[in-house]
Nanobody, 125 residues
Framework: QVQLVESGGGSVQAGGSLRLSCALS????????MGWFRQAPGKEREGVAA????????YSADSVKGRFTISQDNTKNTVYLQMGSLEPEDTAIYYC??????????????????WGQGTQVTVSS
């Protein structure tokens, strides 16, 4: 039974920072593409960042490049999203997702198989 549990969401003022965590269980972490997505009310879900468990380059959307950083702790089967310089436009529910994967090409453009419940991030001006 695959499970993804997000944590770390909350409310911050513009310019602040938050660190989201996503713990994966139920499948081996050695062969997965892990992604962060977000969805604001009335908007489509958009990919934020992705990282491959086996290493290599990470992927990030242009809208967050330079402000958000995705990372992982393979010993804990956990992926993180460090969010800095937050803006009101970053307000959304943030979801963690996973897909079995090997090799290059890990990005949020893939069709992810497993999804977490989401965690709310609210940025006030």
């Amino acid at each position: 039974q695959v499970q993804l549990v997000e944590s770390g969401g909350g409310s911050v003022q513009a310019g602040g920072s938050l660190r989201l965590s996503c713990a994966l269980s139920g499948i081996t972490y050695s062969g997965v593409c892990m992604g962060w997505f977000r969805q604001a009310p009335g908007k489509e879900r958009e990919g934020v960042a992705a990282i491959y468990s086996g290493g290599g380059s990470t992927y990030s959307a242009d809208s967050v490049k330079g402000r958000f950083t995705i990372s992982q702790d393979n010993t804990k089967n956990t992926v993180y999203l460090q969010m800095g310089s937050l803006e009101p436009e970053d307000t959304a529910i943030y979801y963690c997702a996973a897909k079995r994967w090997r090799g290059v090409g890990c990005s949020t453009r893939l069709a992810f198989t497993y999804w977490g419940q989401g965690t709310q991030v609210t940025v006030s001006s």
